[in-house]
């Protein structure tokens, strides 16, 4: 089992910035794709965005949605083994509880942009930005 822990959500006004943080603990592989996705009231769960993880390189690839693209950054840090979503410039719709995700994976450049491929998630952290 992997265990998913993520801080730091808030109230922000509309063009600040947020930092989330995922921590993962427990079963450990050489291999992980992480990933950050969000649901809003009334909609169904979206992909935000994805990172490969191989604990033995710095080297990664990953993937943003269209709506976050230029806005939102998404990064690891193998010494502390969490996963960073950097969101600026964030807009009332950007409202949403966000939630971290893991999956184990066979290689160092894999991610997944479908949560199904995720079979391990954190609790989730609300975000709400005012206009």
């Known amino acids: 089992q992997v265990q998913l822990v993520e801080t730091g959500g808030g109230l922000v006004q509309a063009g600040g910035s947020l930092r989330l943080s995922c921590a993962a603990s427990?079963?450990?592989?050489?291999?992980?794709?992480m990933g950050w996705f969000r649901q809003a009231p009334g909609k169904e769960r979206e992909f935000v965005a994805a990172?490969?993880?191989?604990?033995?390189?710095?080297?990664?690839?990953?993937s943003y949605a269209n709506s976050v693209k230029g806005r939102f950054t998404i990064s690891r840090d193998n010494a502390k083994n969490t996963v960073n979503l950097q969101m600026n410039s964030l807009k009332p719709e950007d409202t949403a509880v966000y939630y971290c995700?893991?999956?184990?994976?066979?290689?160092?450049?894999?991610?997944?942009?479908?949560?199904?491929?995720?079979?391990?998630w954190g609790q989730g952290t609300q975000v709400t930005v005012s206009s």
């Open positions: 427990g079963r450990t592989s050489s291999y992980y794709a």
């Open positions: 990172i490969s993880w191989n604990s033995g390189s710095t080297y990664s690839a990953n």
């Open positions: 995700a893991a999956a184990l994976t066979r290689n160092s450049l894999t991610y997944y942009s479908n949560s199904y491929d995720y079979p391990y």
